[in-house]
């Protein structure tokens, strides 16, 4: 069987919330052989997607939460890729803000474990950013797919709805800081860090409030 690699890429677009628009540039993360692979959320582009599939089996797009840029183009995906949609049970309310009349295809629960080749990812529910917001874990792979949780410099933002500060700090205190310091992280936005790096400015973090 041919070695997992993770595949990535970027596309750009928006995130509405709250009544507001920004305009943001999401990283895409596909994890497979040459066979099979699955896919960490589906944001703006299923073209920029599907490069990186290229042509593989997809076995399921995994949401790392359910905010509009990560999941917005998630059903056309799964039609074109012929694969599940998971989110976690607690972000669809956040989900329904987007796609009111579609449902995602089945659930993802913490420590659940997800496999592609011989490779397993592991599910950490790590609520803060959106109630169901989840993190991939890889110990063979040795990194973390961290959605909006933890990015090079701090917690994902919590100052809209659906967010609380307290308890992405919690999450990230408790469920991504006892990994492995040389654990990679890769982010749904920006530049890729690790565990060791960012865990050192937690108190720096909750003094901030950001």
């Keep these: 069987m041919s070695e997992v690699e993770i595949k990535s890429g970027t596309c750009s677009g928006t995130f509405s919330l709250d009544g507001q628009t920004w305009e943001v540039e999401n990283n895409l993360w596909v994890i497979g052989n040459d066979n099979e692979c699955i ?29 509009d840029d990560h999941i917005r183009m998630a059903p056309l995906a799964a039609q074109r890729f012929d694969s599940p949609v998971l989110l976690h049970p607690d972000d669809l309310a956040v989900w329904r803000l987007t796609h009111p009349n579609e449902s995602p295809t089945g659930w993802l629960q913490d420590g ?50 659906y967010s609380d500060f307290p308890t992405i ?23 890729n860090t690790t565990i060791e790096k960012e865990s050192p400015d937690l108190e720096k973090w909750i003094k901030r409030g950001h």
């Design 39 to 67: 896919v960490i959320d589906a944001p703006h582009d299923v073209d920029a997607i599907a490069e990186l599939v290229a042509g593989r089996k997809v076995l399921s797009i995994v949401c790392t939460h359910g905010h």
């Design 112 to 161: 659940q474990e997800i496999t592609v080749g011989d490779i397993a990812l592991k599910v950490i529910h790590t609520p803060g950013h959106s109630p169901g917001s989840v993190c991939i874990y890889s110990a063979d792979l040795g990194t973390v797919f961290s959605g909006d949780t933890l990015f090079a410099g701090g917690p994902g933002a919590t100052g809209r709805s």
């Design 169 to 191: 700090i919690d999450s990230i205190s408790k469920r991504l800081f006892s990994l492995d310091g040389s654990i990679v992280v890769r982010p749904g936005h920006g530049q």
